[in-house]
């Protein structure tokens, strides 16, 4: 069968700033989080690969962006890094910075790509972190701000804005875990910085259209779809309150323009409710998003907490475990669960709960350590599991847009092999390969591929 996509449907790749571009001397960048990390403690990246060399994206731009043409983009999304933007987060920008994103992005357009840009991915300036980070409302001001110069910098070339990527995975691995900094387990002060990064959010919409009442701006959220470990009461409130945590948090504000009950009531009983005024309730309503970015990896399994374990301090365990199922398909290199249904089951809910809001699958991808094993006499990697990933994936959101679902494009992570967090260069998740030592890139098959796919607007699979 040949999967056929609606016309005009976005084809590309997602990445970011602080994953790809690095640092060079006199480019006028200033620290984020994840530079400081790295200074503090190489030790917690893997093989310490840091992000000040990433994939040296900063050098080499222009070559990089051919490869989106080889690989058959008509859209891309990456971010600005504010630590690159505006050194120490409110104060003076960086010209040099100016003058690489405005080529950039020139470079961008030349091509023909759409261009969706995002402000935020996981980087704080490490001046601002310094002041308590996003527990300091003084943060959300100054990201205000940095939004504001953003649109009136760069809007001529920008298709489309976005606030945030995944904004709850610095509240979860940051303050519920120990995998962003500052690595702190505190469910008070991650409740307090999940609501000042959505009023950040929603400040910046409302800039955005001040700025160009016209241009579509959205936030990007990793909607991991919360399924019960069986049919019983306590499992199945489990994962209404797992899909309340993860994704509703930020969806229903985002969307809707306020929280939903169940979850303030279960923050008041706990006494986390966070520090708000009813002028910043009445900016979140007033200013909510144009699109949606859904981000899809795995789905999340629950079940209802063992009350001997209970957690101290009170984390998220206090109210719904996570379950192993037997049997699950997984990637064993990245330990996460392949389970295509679960985008189909995403976008029916969109569907039915949210309006059909326009939506696009803003990542998706498959990580694999070792990709060298899989090179052919000729050198080239042949990620076929890549492909039949992609291919699976797609299967299951052509089947969604059949049924209704107002999904406008599929952007895959990656374009290039990128650094990736602690985790830096150890799973790969490119069109491109990366040689670290050299610098060399390198076409995988998945990117010879992927060029069909969007010059034909569509697969051909089994049924």
Same mark, same amino acid.
């Given at each position: 069968?040949?999967?056929?996509?609606?016309?005009?449907?976005?084809?590309?790749?997602?990445?970011?700033?602080p994953?790809?571009?690095?640092? =060079?001397e006199? /480019?006028?960048?200033?620290d984020?989080?994840?530079?400081y990390w790295?200074?503090?403690?190489?030790?917690?990246?893997?093989?310490?690969v840091?992000?000040g060399?990433?994939?040296?994206?900063?050098?080499?731009?222009?070559?990089d962006?051919d490869y &989106?043409v080889?690989?058959?983009?008509?859209s891309?999304?990456?971010?600005? #890094?504010?630590?690159?933007?505006i050194p120490?987060?409110?104060?003076?920008v960086?010209?040099?910075?100016v003058?690489?994103?405005?080529e950039?992005f020139q470079r961008?357009? /030349?091509?023909?790509?759409?261009? +969706?840009?995002?402000?935020y991915h996981f980087?704080l300036? !490490?001046?601002l972190e310094?002041?308590?980070?996003?527990?300091?409302?003084a943060? %959300?001001?100054a990201?205000?701000?940095?939004?504001?110069i953003?649109?009136?910098?760069?809007n001529p070339?920008?298709?489309?804005w %976005?606030?945030?990527?995944?904004?709850?995975v610095?509240?979860?691995a940051?303050y519920?875990?120990?995998?962003?900094?500052?690595?702190?387990?505190?469910?008070?002060?991650a409740v307090q910085v999940a !609501?000042y990064?959505?009023?950040?959010?929603s400040?910046?919409?409302?800039?955005?259209?001040?700025?160009?009442?016209?241009?579509?701006?959205?936030i990007?959220?990793?909607?991991?779809?919360?399924y019960?470990?069986?049919?019983a009461?306590e499992d199945?409130?489990a994962?209404?309150i797992?899909?309340?945590f993860?994704?509703k948090?930020?969806?229903?504000?985002?969307?809707?323009?306020?929280?939903p009950?169940?979850?303030?009531?279960?923050?008041?009983?706990n #006494?986390?409710?966070?520090?708000?005024?009813?002028?910043e309730?009445? +900016?979140?309503?007033?200013?909510?998003?144009?699109?949606?970015?859904v981000?899809y990896?795995?789905?999340?399994?629950?079940?209802a907490?063992?009350?001997?374990?209970?957690?101290?301090?009170?984390?998220?365990?206090h109210?719904?475990?996570?379950?192993?199922?037997?049997?699950?398909k997984?990637?064993p @290199?990245?330990?996460?669960?392949? !389970?295509e249904?679960?985008?189909y089951d995403?976008?029916?809910?969109?569907?039915?709960?949210?309006?059909? +809001?326009d939506w696009? &699958?803003?990542?998706?991808g498959?990580?694999?350590?070792?990709e060298?094993r899989?090179?052919d006499?000729?050198?080239?990697?042949?990620?076929? @599991?890549?492909?039949?990933?992609i291919?699976?994936?797609?299967?299951k959101?052509y089947?969604a +847009?059949?049924?209704?679902a107002?999904?406008?494009?599929?952007?895959?992570?990656?374009?290039?092999?990128c650094?990736?967090?602690?985790?830096?260069?150890?799973?790969?998740?490119?069109? =491109?390969?990366?040689d670290?030592?050299?610098?060399?890139?390198? &076409?995988?098959?998945?990117?010879e591929?992927?060029?069909?796919?969007?010059?034909h607007?569509?697969?051909?699979? #089994?049924?």
């Amino acid at each position: 069968m040949f999967y056929q996509f609606p016309e005009n449907f976005w084809w590309g790749s997602s990445t970011s700033g602080p994953q790809t571009e690095g640092r =060079v001397e006199g /480019d006028g960048k200033g620290d984020s989080n994840w530079d400081y990390w790295y200074k503090q403690a190489p030790e917690k990246f893997f093989d310490q690969v840091g992000p000040g060399k990433a994939s040296t994206f900063y050098e080499h731009y222009q070559t990089d962006i051919d490869y &989106l043409v080889k690989t058959g983009h008509n859209s891309f999304r990456t971010s600005i #890094q504010w630590s690159r933007l505006i050194p120490d987060g409110d104060g003076e920008v960086n010209p040099k910075a100016v003058a690489f994103y405005k080529e950039v992005f020139q470079r961008i357009k /030349d091509k023909g790509i759409r261009l +969706i840009i995002n402000l935020y991915h996981f980087d704080l300036p !490490y001046a601002l972190e310094e002041k308590g980070g996003w527990l300091n409302k003084a943060t %959300v001001i100054a990201y205000e701000r940095y939004a504001r110069i953003c649109f009136e910098l760069f809007n001529p070339w920008v298709d489309a804005w %976005v606030t945030f990527n995944e904004p709850i995975v610095p509240v979860e691995a940051g303050y519920l875990g120990q995998y962003h900094y500052p690595a702190i387990v505190d469910a008070k002060k991650a409740v307090q910085v999940a !609501y000042y990064t959505q009023l950040a959010s929603s400040l910046a919409v409302r800039a955005c259209h001040q700025v160009d009442e016209d241009k579509k701006i959205a936030i990007i959220l990793n909607l991991t779809p919360a399924y019960a470990r069986s049919t019983a009461k306590e499992d199945q409130e489990a994962a209404e309150i797992a899909a309340l945590f993860q994704a509703k948090s930020f969806l229903d504000p985002s969307v809707k323009g306020e929280y939903p009950k169940k979850l303030v009531a279960i923050l008041k009983e706990n #006494q986390l409710l966070p520090d708000y005024t009813d002028e910043e309730l009445k +900016i979140i309503k007033e200013n909510t998003v144009d699109f949606l970015g859904v981000n899809y990896y795995q789905p999340l399994r629950v079940q209802a907490p063992d009350k001997r374990k209970e957690t101290h301090p009170l984390n998220v365990d206090h109210f719904y475990q996570t379950y192993d199922m037997p049997g699950k398909k997984m990637n064993p @290199y990245r330990g996460w669960e392949i !389970y295509e249904q679960g985008i189909y089951d995403l976008a029916m809910m969109i569907m039915k709960e949210y309006d059909n +809001i326009d939506w696009v &699958l803003t990542e998706n991808g498959m990580g694999v350590e070792n990709e060298g094993r899989f090179r052919d006499e000729t050198g080239q990697i042949q990620d076929d @599991y890549r492909i039949e990933f992609i291919k699976g994936h797609l299967i299951k959101l052509y089947e969604a +847009i059949q049924d209704g679902a107002n999904c406008h494009g599929y952007l895959l992570w990656t374009f290039i092999d990128c650094w990736s967090w602690l985790n830096a260069y150890k799973n790969r998740y490119g069109l =491109v390969e990366l040689d670290l030592y050299t610098q060399e890139r390198r &076409l995988k098959k998945s990117g010879e591929w992927y060029r069909q796919l969007a010059n034909h607007n569509g697969f051909e699979a #089994q049924e």
